[in-house]
């Protein structure tokens, strides 16, 4: 990849920044075209009514004329606004939820970076995030944006330990904290996934189905909670908070916000699939393989990788229109009193059987 | 002057302005602010020594965790972002002296040294030596340390806990 492109391009400074946009252009944006159209859709299904209906085939078009709608929007900054961090907050957001694409596996000839941190770093710069959301919640000089702010990094940073201690436990049975090598280990067909006790042979695979299963649970409520989607959505609770941290940006501003919240639901999906759901690996084996042609074989990993992020953003959907919000203390109660005690105990079950 | 050398003013400089901005800022929320940055630059300087896991480390406790928590505590205090901080000078004249005075020294040293250059490979990843020296070698402080984090938490929750609450 890295070759093919520094041989167009020519120059190692261009061919880092093409590699690090191609990301941005080529899922996030498509990524959160579909899926705000699509969220509509799967709500408005849900709830017995058609959604958008008028732009093209469907309302196929809505998403295009909301943001040509948004990009003519007047910027508006209040006067009470601290000016500098109101600025600032909405990029400092988006570059910690891009950066997280930096080390997601797209296909075995496409990873952003190769460095062995790789699993690490996406837990370590969700910091970015919660700076971010606190830095407009304080500039935006309003107490609805405060206190949503407040919840939101409260939230963020309580479910990062049940995260990371699921991370720990795929960790310790793969060996690597590289994406990219743990959707190697995973190799083609569904039963070598680490759902299904990874690509292991014998009582072992067998003895660790259970807990993988409770693995996936934990690592899917809590990466839910860690983007603030229902029925973890308390920092934008409408009812009590307006909008929370971003109530009062508006335009291009308030899009970037939208546009990391979507990036956000992908990444987390793509997380919990390379690290239990096979990464970029086919469940039935390759086409390409069957065909004898392997130039055919990344564009497939390409395919399953997104498809599988895409059925659990659907399933988030899913959840968002099913259930209702919880309340600030029970939020904490399931954190503190559920999550990370499960996990832990998983954590060394997992652990003893890995030394049988 | 090559691409790495770049990268390596550009987060020098970082590092340096924003730690300027902390010191200097009337507003302490910005310092908290600038702080983000100062760190952010110490881990991108901790990357091109070839440090991963400690870059990784230094953003995840620092930006995570001790950032966040002073952001928090800034933001939960009453009426403290509308304190100005003192930042004006006092006593310039001795400060310069003792400065000038620490400086040469160390510029001193910094040249009279005989530096071991060693022109080992900079690892590819640390994180397999260091985990493997920290429960073989260091494992008594690396235990030590653990128990004394707990005894801190424990402390914490004894503490924040309300007299009613059982």
Known sequence: ?356 | MNLYDIIFYLFAAITIVSAFIVVNAKNIVYAAFSLLFTFFGVSGLYVLLGADFIAIVQVMVYIGGILVLLLFGVMLTHKITSVDIKAGSVQTIPAVIIIGIFAALLIGLMYSTHWAVNPAEIPVTTTKSLGKTLVTEYVLIFELLGILLLVAMIGAATIARRDGDK
């Open chain 1, 1 to 356: 990849m890295y070759e093919y492109l520094n041989n167009i391009v020519g120059n190692e400074v261009i061919t880092y920044f093409v590699v690090a946009a191609l990301p941005l252009f080529l899922v996030v944006l498509p990524f959160a075209l579909i899926a705000v159209l699509a969220e509509r859709k799967v709500s408005a299904h849900m709830q017995d009514r058609l959604g958008p209906m008028r732009v093209g085939y469907h309302g196929i078009l809505q998403t295009v004329a909301d943001i040509l709608k948004l990009i003519q929007k007047e910027d508006i900054i209040i006067p009470q606004a601290d000016k500098k961090l109101f600025n600032l907050a909405p990029f400092l957001v988006f570059i910690g939820s891009y950066a997280v694409f930096a080390a997601l596996p797209f296909s075995s000839k496409f990873i952003g970076t190769n460095a062995e941190v790789g699993i690490f770093y996406i837990l370590a710069v969700s910091g970015f995030v919660v700076a971010g959301i606190l830095m407009g919640g304080w500039a935006s000089d309003n107490k609805y944006s405060l206190l949503g702010a407040m919840r939101s990094a409260a939230q963020i940073v309580s479910y990062e330990i049940p995260t990371a201690i699921v991370v720990l436990t795929l960790v310790m049975i793969t060996g690597t904290l590289n994406l990219g090598t743990m959707s190697e280990q995973q190799t083609a067909y569904f039963w070598n996934w680490n759902i299904l006790g990874g690509a292991g042979e014998g009582i072992q695979q067998i003895l660790l189905i259970p807990f993988m299963v409770v693995a996936f649970t934990i690592l899917f409520i809590s990466t839910l909670a860690e983007v603030n989607r229902t029925p973890f959505d308390i920092p934008e609770a409408e009812s009590e908070l307006v909008a929370g941290f971003h109530t009062e940006y508006s335009g291009m501003k308030f899009a970037m916000f939208f546009l990391a919240e979507y990036a956000n639901m992908f990444a987390v999906s793509a997380i919990i699939v390379s690290l239990l759901f096979g990464g970029y690996q086919s469940p039935f084996g390759y086409l390409g393989n069957t065909l004898g042609i392997p130039a055919l074989i990344p564009f497939e990993q390409l395919f399953w990788f997104l498809s599988k992020g895409v059925f659990f953003v659907f399933v988030q959907m899913w959840l968002r229109w099913t259930l209702p919000r919880l309340r600030v203390d029970q939020l904490m109660t399931v954190c503190w009193k559920y999550l990370i005690p499960y996990a832990v105990f998983n954590l060394l079950i997992v652990g003893i059987i890995t030394l049988i």
